[in-house]
């Protein structure tokens, strides 16, 4: 089975600073998708970024960007320009290519620090 | 619009109560899950339907069932209610198409669920 692993339970950083949050998965496919997920403290989860594992080239919108290294197995966010708004919990996701489940990381709960 | 919706928000109940959670989305989506997030923010799936079809059941106590009576429609029903089914329970939707660039999965705003 497809686990998908936060290995930081918690992360800070300094307003306006970068900070990037690490996820690694376990599969043995060569058709995937993965997702970062952001929920606020409004609880909302809400899609920040996708990466499509055929593609190559990092996903990027606007201040979030994606470290995707396809035979290290790993998915990094990284936020540039940190805001307060930027406060929650961060999920890392993995979708088989075909199907319709998905695997959730655990989880990384971003501090930012006016 | 909202995209998908659950209701209700909040669910504050006694033990051994029955109660359901409905959930509706307008994105024309095939397949729809039941997520449990716990206290520590764990996300796990319990649930999920493609086409008013049963396809992920997870270990998860019968006293929970789910039902689809149409595509754009999954409620969950939870029996005789227990302390440890306090949560926060979300629905979900996406669409299985291979090649699909909107293939992420949508969710609802989640219920909060209190058993006192």
């Known amino acids: 089975a497809q686990t998908v692993t936060q290995s930081q339970p918690e992360m800070s950083v300094q307003e306006a600073e970068t900070v990037t949050l690490s996820c690694t998965y376990d599969?043995?496919?060569?058709?995937?998708?993965l997702f970062w997920y952001k929920q606020p403290p409004s609880r909302q989860m809400i899609l920040v970024i996708r990466q499509e594992a055929y593609k190559q080239q990092n996903a990027t919108e606007n201040r979030f960007s994606v470290n995707f290294q396809k035979a290290a197995k790993s998915f990094s966010l990284k936020i540039s320009d940190s805001q307060l708004g930027d406060a929650a919990m961060y999920f890392c996701a993995y979708r088989r290519g075909f199907g319709n489940q998905f695997y959730f990381g655990t989880g990384t709960s971003l501090t930012v620090i006016p | 619009d909202t995209a998908v919706s659950q209701t209700p928000k909040y669910l504050v109940t006694q033990m051994g109560n029955d109660k359901s959670i409905k959930c509706e989305q307008n994105?024309?989506?095939?397949?729809m899950y039941w997520y449990k997030q716990d206290s520590k923010k764990f996300l796990k799936i319990m649930f999920s339907?493609?086409?008013?079809?049963?396809?992920i059941n997870e270990t998860v106590p019968n006293r929970f069932s789910p039902k689809s009576p149409d595509k754009a429609h999954l409620n969950l029903h939870i029996n005789s209610l227990e302390l440890g089914d306090s949560a926060v329970y979300f629905c979900a939707s996406s669409q299985d198409h291979r090649g699909d660039s909107y293939n992420e999965q949508f969710f609802g705003p989640g219920t909060r669920l209190t058993v006192l």
């Open positions: 599969t043995s496919e060569s058709d995937y998708y």
């Open positions: 994105l024309g989506h095939d397949t």
């Open positions: 339907y493609n086409n008013k079809e049963l396809i």
